[in-house]
């Protein structure tokens, strides 16, 4: 209805059932009852001119998003009907955003960013967490540059955060938006100097200034991170640029060491003058006859040098001399370290050498080795060591160059270690591995850079993943020694084609779970005829539903037997890089199956299923290996042969029961047979069995009508007769004489049938004259016709070594029950099986509460967390200890030190965990005492100086990472010490107190607020913006400190502040300037009146520096008498008569001739030379006075200014006296004067004082 010969439809989208079309004419809506469109009044309300909605997308959170040209993006929710602008002054500039040509938008899955396709300018992402938009046509890992001029007319993110392009003219495009996160440095657009892209990248290092130093082949490369500039170091030596291949750096003081072809190269930073140290006949270093220097390392102020097939040199950095360096190992010279080819500095100062025969661990203190470890298979995978990083204090990584990659772990408490080879021979293409780093991140990865690509294995999953070179990657080639993880956490790795920054934080690794798709099959049956045609067709229904769904159990597919083959394709719907894609498959009967591991293949063929009702399922990984939760099922049956059917079944059972039937028969009449035969045999073989039932180590029976006993296979060690028969006395003999009466005893019990057999434990005699244990059994095996025993018969068996093992286990049990510490042993869940009584005394619990339940790690625990990681660490080294905290039965929560070994059954099987803990309650709370005393003011329980200077030092660190200033306020109460010295510590206390309350209400609860001691106190201000928020927090420290402070019923006292301020980074770049900068506002602040706040300026500076001057020449001054009284007469104004003088110090210095008292005396009375100078005035003016005495009595009273703290000292009536004595003056002729600040500083000593100084004699003004 519209007058414009034409209207453009930009958009169509349904949105709460309606359907709204975006033109440049505005958004319509179309009415179904009218069947007519109309304007939507909200969204065209945004403006009262005619507006162009040129996109519009729905986010998960039904959020209408709504581009419109000239006014940028708009967004309304379902449950409101007006739109909001997105405001991007915080983000963008404001009116950039609003002039593009935005042809089309995709709002992100995850809600947290926005695409924006242009028809001219390209791609945009603007991301709503980080208030960041960017034009990601900056990246050259984009597909940006095809469609730099191509107007894109389609934008899609799928579900794995692939994005879709669409073009006009370029096609479509897919591109992985986290390739980003791996930034390539190597192209034009990013260095300031091309020819850096020819040279290969051989070494990374970051200085003490944080600056990423480049080693190349072609020279040294500076990257500044912060500015985001690289720049070229020129290296130049007489005049001449050099360009040498740069292996290793290191840093000394202001210097970079570099290992190069060339020779040793020294850079210094701060100059840029380059000097070059050779090697051979005719250079600096070693007397060798070659070989390039491959690695440098400094320790102190000595250099470690490696020169490639010689051996590890050294030089004096301080000389630049070459000094003796005499390795050891085991008090022999070590000769082997003749192939190194760096050196790794360890955390606890000991160096690694990497050499071409193995790791060289070295302790340059004590100049000897303390492992050296070779390739071998508990050893390294490889001779030829060419990576190393240190993971933890006692756990590193080591590469090889074409034998994989190792973990070293160092058992610290005797120096062995353990060495896992990990060889990923299908993965990692010749198995040459570059360089190691292990990321921050929570699942602590690491990461490999090798001759093949960049590869991220995860270590505790053991999951090895290759980076495809779409995720931004350099190259498929690294170099040896190109890598670094910088202070922040970022990781470098370098190679032929420049080198990738990685943030390990923001890297994405994909938990997108792809569905699983059937794509194609195949059915081949033996007999093409109608059945297997009507297979086909049942199975096409069946694959029908499996294109559209991932599960079709419901649907049974029957397969005749051992006639019918079939083939399935199928893939995971990650289209980011679909060839690297996994795929494993289960095919289960009723029980569990194992997975078939199928790589990238995505095919599987299945022939000759034995019969039975099968169910297979098929999973497959995203891009990065994750296994995806939507697995792909399918139900079919392989029908029975027909040898298996029902009534062939029935016909063959029949016939096994009429033949079993005539065995049967048969078979009875030859057992009755042979039982006749055998029931003879019997009683000849009942001796023979009896024998058999006694059996053991030897053999005896006691005849009783002889009574004697005859033994078979006797105990060699019993000290016996050596006949086979002996009397049964002389067995007795040998028993010990406290076991005699046992076996006796237990022998007429057995005789008189009150047991049926005997069994017992004694002691016999050996042959070496002690004792042995033995286990004797016995039974009557033959008795009279008058019931009385005939024949006894029975074995005899050593028991010593089980004798001993069973008292040692009884002594264990008795140490397990009483030791102090508690014990329990658990199974693999940490169930409790048995507790020691420590253990019931510790926790508080009964043994029904102990027993068959789990205490450690229990769900209730606080620690339940850590069961797992606590498993994994006994299941790898077979033990754990930690410190953690549990409660007992009331609730009471106690430390415990806690140590746990594993029981096994077999190597590869735990059965139980012992568990021994003991209660360290009163440790840790010593140890929280004793930080809280290092750390803690005890008067305010605010921070000390030692916390405060740390967290100065965090927030300096945080401020540069993060360009977040930061303000210092130096707090000074004013007049304290009167108020101190008055009225006594104790109020003083109670007065600090309060102040400590009052500034903490003042600032945030992110803000520091710290006491450095006496009534200073210190207040650090983070993240401000400007500073008006500084200044309006330093007024308010102000108001409130100046507020009447009630510090009991009797006392209300009130005093003011000065505060000085310093800003981060304006007035300091570390700690000493800043707190020296913020301390000069402060005083500046008490110059000026007090009670009141100043930033510092640089004026502050110079007049420090000033007051400095002036101090150290006033000090000279009183040393030289460069000090010169001067007298000012008093006159009687009513006769003109002089009374007398007042003395006026002067000072005419030698070369800045006279200084006013104005400059000086103030700085006097800071630094304490106050004491000194009223001494010398005190002295000059009774000299003087003595002189006048003796010629006009009348006129020679002298008048002296005494200042306070001269005044406050507790011999200043003793020196007046002494001065009055030497100078035999009387005390009339002296008058003193003081202020009446300095009455008030300490009421109770003035008194004292005036009082004494009157008794003298002396006259006070």
């Known amino acids: 209805q519209q007058e414009q010969s034409t209207i453009r439809i930009n958009f169509i989208v349904e949105y709460l059932e309606q359907i709204l079309v975006g033109t440049t004419q505005g958004l319509f809506v179309y009415e179904n009852d009218m069947e007519q469109f109309s304007l939507q009044e909200s969204a065209n309300a945004v403006s009262t001119e005619t507006l162009n909605f040129t996109a519009a997308d729905i986010d998960k959170y039904q959020q209408l998003w709504l581009y419109i040209a000239n006014h940028g993006l708009h967004y309304r929710s379902s449950k409101q009907d007006t739109y909001n602008h997105l405001d991007f002054k915080k983000l963008y500039d404001n009116e950039a955003i609003q002039n593009l040509d935005v042809t089309s938008m995709s709002v992100a899955s995850a809600g947290h960013h926005i695409w924006l396709g242009t028809k001219t300018s390209g791609l945009y992402h603007i991301s709503m967490d980080g208030n960041v938009m960017i034009n990601v046509k900056q990246f050259k890992e984009t597909p940006a540059t095809a469609f730099d001029t191509a107007e894109i007319n389609y934008l899609y993110e799928d579900n794995s955060g692939l994005l879709w392009i669409a073009t006009d003219t370029a096609g479509v495009f897919k591109w992985n938006p986290n390739s980003i996160n791996i930034s390539k440095v190597g192209n034009t657009r990013a260095l300031s100097d091309a020819d850096f892209f020819t040279a290969h990248i051989w070494y990374l290092f970051q200085d003490k200034d944080n600056l990423i130093w480049v080693g190349t082949r072609q020279g040294l490369m500076k990257l500044d991170k912060q500015a985001n500039k690289y720049t070229r170091a020129e290296l130049r030596v007489n005049d001449s640029e050099i360009q040498p291949v740069i292996y290793w750096i290191d840093q000394y003081q202001d210097s970079l060491w570099m290992a190069t072809d060339l020779g040793l190269i020294e850079y210094q930073l701060d100059t840029q003058v380059t000097t070059i140290y050779k090697n051979g006949p005719d250079g600096d270093l070693a007397q060798t006859d070659g070989g390039d220097i491959y690695g440098v390392s400094v320790i102190g102020d000595v250099l470690l040098y490696a020169i490639n097939n010689v051996g590890v040199f050294a030089i004096d950095l301080l000389t630049k001399k070459q000094i003796d360096l005499a390795i050891t190992e085991n008090g022999a010279s070590a000769d082997q370290v003749t192939s190194p080819l760096g050196f790794v500095t360890d955390q606890d100062g000991s160096i690694w050498i990497l050499t071409r025969t193995g790791l060289v661990n070295y302790d340059p203190e004590s100049n000897r080795i303390?492992?050296?470890?070779?390739?071998?298979?508990?050893?390294?995978?490889?001779?030829?060591?060419?990576?190393?990083?240190?993971?933890?204090?006692?756990?590193?990584?080591?590469?090889?160059?074409?034998?994989?990659?190792?973990?070293?772990?160092?058992?610290?408490?005797?120096?062995?270690?353990?060495?896992?080879?990990?060889?990923?021979?299908?993965?990692?293409?010749?198995?040459?591995?570059?360089?190691?780093?292990?990321?921050?991140?929570?699942?602590?990865?690491?990461?490999?850079?090798?001759?093949?690509?960049?590869?991220?294995?995860?270590?505790?999953?053991?999951?090895?993943?290759?980076?495809?070179?779409?995720?931004?990657?350099?190259?498929?080639?690294?170099?040896?020694?190109?890598?670094?993880?910088?202070?922040?956490?970022?990781?470098?790795?370098?190679?032929?084609?420049?080198?990738?920054?990685?943030?390990?934080?923001?890297?994405?690794?994909?938990?997108?779970?792809?569905?699983?798709?059937?794509?194609?099959?195949?059915?081949?049956?033996?007999?093409?005829?109608?059945?297997?045609?009507?297979?086909?067709?049942?199975?096409?229904?069946?694959?029908?539903?499996?294109?559209?769904?991932?599960?079709?159990?419901?649907?049974?597919?029957?397969?005749?037997?051992?006639?019918?083959s079939f083939s399935l394709r199928f893939s995971a719907l990650d289209y980011t890089i679909p060839e690297v894609n996994q795929y494993r498959y289960r095919l289960t009967d009723g029980s569990s199956s194992p997975w078939q591991e199928l790589g990238t293949r995505n095919e599987i063929t299945f022939s000759r299923l034995d019969s039975g009702n099968y169910e297979l399922e098929i999973q497959g990984t995203n891009y990065v290996g994750r296994w995806s939760d939507n697995s792909l099922k399918l139900a079919f049956t392989v029908e029975k042969p027909w040898y298996l059917e029902n009534y062939t079944l029935v016909s063959t059972l029949m016939f096994l029961m009429i033949s079993l039937y005539f065995y049967a028969q048969n078979r009875r009449y030859k057992t009755r047979q042979q039982y006749r035969i055998e029931r003879a045999i019997r009683k000849n073989e009942q001796n023979f069995k009896t024998v058999l039932w006694g059996s053991g180590d030897e053999l005896w029976e006691w005849h009783l009508g002889s009574d004697t006993v005859e033994r078979t296979n006797p105990i060699k060690h019993i000290a016996a007769n050596k006949e086979d028969r002996i009397p049964f006395q002389d067995l007795l003999a040998i028993i010990h004489p406290e076991d005699v009466k046992l076996f006796e005893n237990d022998m007429q019990a057995l005789l008189q049938r009150e047991i049926p057999y005997s069994e017992t434990s004694f002691r016999i005699r050996s042959k070496k004259t002690d004792y042995l244990w033995v286990l004797a059994r016995g039974r009557v095996v033959e008795r009279n016709e008058d019931g009385t025993a005939k024949r006894v018969l029975g074995s005899l068996k050593d028991i010593?070594?089980?004798?001993?093992?069973?008292?040692?286990?009884?002594?264990?049990?008795?140490?397990?029950?009483?030791?102090?510490?508690?014990?329990?042993?658990?199974?693999?869940?940490?169930?409790?099986?048995?507790?020691?009584?420590?253990?019931?005394?510790?926790?508080?619990?009964?043994?029904?509460?102990?027993?068959?339940?789990?205490?450690?790690?229990?769900?209730?625990?606080?620690?339940?967390?850590?069961?797992?990681?606590?498993?994994?660490?006994?299941?790898?080294?077979?033990?754990?200890?930690?410190?953690?905290?549990?409660?007992?039965?009331?609730?009471?929560?106690?430390?415990?030190?806690?140590?746990?070994?594993?029981?096994?059954?077999?190597?590869?099987?735990?059965?139980?965990?012992?568990?021994?803990?003991?209660?360290?309650?009163?440790?840790?709370?010593?140890?929280?005492?004793?930080?809280?005393?290092?750390?803690?003011?005890?008067?305010?329980?605010?921070?000390?100086?030692?916390?405060?200077?740390?967290?100065?030092?965090?927030?300096?660190?945080?401020?540069?990472?993060?360009?977040?200033?930061?303000?210092?306020?130096?707090?000074?109460?004013?007049?304290?010490?009167?108020?101190?010295?008055?009225?006594?510590?104790?109020?003083?206390?109670?007065?600090?107190?309060?102040?400590?309350?009052?500034?903490?209400?003042?600032?945030?609860?992110?803000?520091?607020?710290?006491?450095?001691?006496?009534?200073?106190?210190?207040?650090?201000?983070?993240?401000?913006?400007?500073?008006?928020?500084?200044?309006?927090?330093?007024?308010?420290?102000?108001?409130?400190?100046?507020?009447?402070?009630?510090?009991?019923?009797?006392?209300?006292?009130?005093?003011?502040?000065?505060?000085?301020?310093?800003?981060?980074?304006?007035?300091?770049?570390?700690?000493?300037?800043?707190?020296?900068?913020?301390?000069?506002?402060?005083?500046?602040?008490?110059?000026?009146?007090?009670?009141?706040?100043?930033?510092?300026?640089?004026?502050?500076?110079?007049?420090?520096?000033?007051?400095?001057?002036?101090?150290?020449?006033?000090?000279?001054?009183?040393?030289?008498?460069?000090?010169?009284?001067?007298?000012?007469?008093?006159?009687?104004?009513?006769?003109?008569?002089?009374?007398?003088?007042?003395?006026?110090?002067?000072?005419?210095?030698?070369?800045?001739?006279?200084?006013?008292?104005?400059?000086?005396?103030?700085?006097?009375?800071?630094?304490?030379?106050?004491?000194?100078?009223?001494?010398?005035?005190?002295?000059?003016?009774?000299?003087?006075?003595?002189?006048?005495?003796?010629?006009?009595?009348?006129?020679?009273?002298?008048?002296?200014?005494?200042?306070?703290?001269?005044?406050?000292?507790?011999?200043?009536?003793?020196?007046?006296?002494?001065?009055?004595?030497?100078?035999?003056?009387?005390?009339?002729?002296?008058?003193?004067?003081?202020?009446?600040?300095?009455?008030?500083?300490?009421?109770?000593?003035?008194?004292?004082?005036?009082?004494?100084?009157?008794?003298?004699?002396?006259?006070?003004?």
Request: net charge negative.
């Open 370 to 564: 303390i492992h050296n470890i070779t390739a071998g298979p508990d050893a390294l995978s490889g001779e030829r060591v060419s990576a190393f990083y240190q993971q933890s204090e006692n756990v590193y990584w080591v590469g090889t160059l074409g034998n994989g990659f190792n973990r070293l772990t160092i058992n610290q408490a005797d120096s062995s270690y353990t060495i896992e080879q990990f060889d990923y021979t299908d993965k990692m293409a010749n198995l040459i591995v570059i360089g190691l780093l292990v990321d921050d991140t929570e699942s602590s990865n690491l990461w490999i850079s090798a001759h093949g690509g960049l590869y991220v294995f995860n270590i505790e999953s053991r999951y090895l993943r290759k980076l495809n070179p779409s995720e931004g990657i350099q190259g498929l080639e690294f170099n040896e020694g190109a890598y670094l993880k910088d202070t922040s956490g970022s990781l470098y790795f370098g190679g032929v084609d420049g080198f990738n920054m990685i943030n390990p934080n923001k890297f994405n690794q994909s938990s997108f779970n792809p569905p699983l798709r059937l794509s194609s099959y195949d059915i081949v049956c033996e007999d093409e005829g109608e059945s297997c045609t009507e297979i086909k067709t049942m199975f096409e229904r069946y694959a029908q539903c499996l294109l559209s769904t991932d599960a079709c159990t419901k649907k049974i597919v029957e397969f005749p037997y051992d006639s019918v």
């Open 800 to 1261: 010593t070594a089980l004798k001993a093992t069973e008292d040692k286990l009884t002594l264990i049990a008795q140490a397990f029950e009483n030791t102090k510490d508690a014990i329990s042993v658990v199974d693999t869940n940490f169930t409790s099986i048995f507790n020691n009584k420590a253990f019931y005394d510790l926790t508080g619990l009964s043994m029904g509460e102990g027993i068959n339940k789990q205490y450690l790690f229990s769900q209730h625990s606080n620690n339940y967390n850590m069961q797992s990681q606590v498993k994994t660490a006994l299941q790898s080294f077979g033990k754990w200890e930690g410190e953690i905290w549990e409660s007992r039965s009331n609730g009471e929560q106690f430390a415990m030190d806690l140590k746990i070994a594993v029981v096994e059954d077999t190597p590869e099987e735990m059965s139980n965990y012992i568990c021994v803990f003991s209660d360290i309650t009163y440790k840790k709370r010593s140890e929280e005492e004793l930080v809280k005393l290092a750390n803690i003011d005890s008067l305010t329980n605010l921070p000390n100086r030692s916390l405060f200077l740390d967290r100065l030092s965090h927030a300096i660190a945080y401020s540069k990472r993060n360009d977040a200033p930061f303000a210092l306020l130096f707090v000074d109460l004013d007049n304290f010490k009167n108020i101190n010295d008055t009225l006594g510590h104790t109020t003083g206390d109670k007065m600090l107190q309060t102040v400590a309350e009052r500034l903490k209400s003042c600032v945030r609860d992110v803000d520091t607020v710290a006491r450095l001691g006496g009534d200073e106190f210190t207040v650090i201000l983070e993240n401000i913006h400007n500073t008006n928020e500084v200044g309006v927090c330093a007024n308010k420290i102000l108001d409130k400190l100046s507020k009447p402070m009630q510090l009991d019923s009797s006392i209300e006292l009130k005093t003011t502040s000065s505060i000085g301020i310093g800003m981060f980074p304006e007035h300091g770049l570390d700690q000493e300037n800043i707190l020296k900068n913020a301390d000069l506002a402060m005083y500046s602040a008490k110059a000026k009146g007090k009670n009141n706040y100043q930033f510092f300026t640089e004026d502050m500076t110079s007049l420090a520096m000033e007051r400095v001057s002036i101090e150290g020449k006033l000090r000279e001054a009183i040393d030289n008498n460069e000090l010169a009284l001067y007298y000012q007469p008093k006159v009687y104004s009513v006769n003109c008569e002089v009374t007398g003088f007042e003395a006026l110090v002067r000072w005419i210095h030698p070369e800045d001739g006279i200084i006013s008292p104005a400059a000086f005396i103030p700085v006097a009375e800071e630094t304490g030379l106050i004491i000194r100078l009223g001494a010398w005035i005190l002295e000059e003016a009774i000299r003087q006075s003595k002189e006048w005495s003796l010629i006009n009595p009348a006129c020679a009273r002298v008048a002296v200014n005494i200042s306070a703290k001269q005044f406050m000292s507790e011999d200043l009536p003793a020196q007046i006296q002494s001065l009055l004595a030497k100078y035999d003056l009387e005390a009339k002729f002296i008058e003193i004067e003081i202020t009446e600040g300095t009455l008030m500083e300490n009421m109770q000593h003035t008194i004292a004082t005036l009082q004494h100084l009157r008794d003298m004699g002396l006259s006070i003004s």
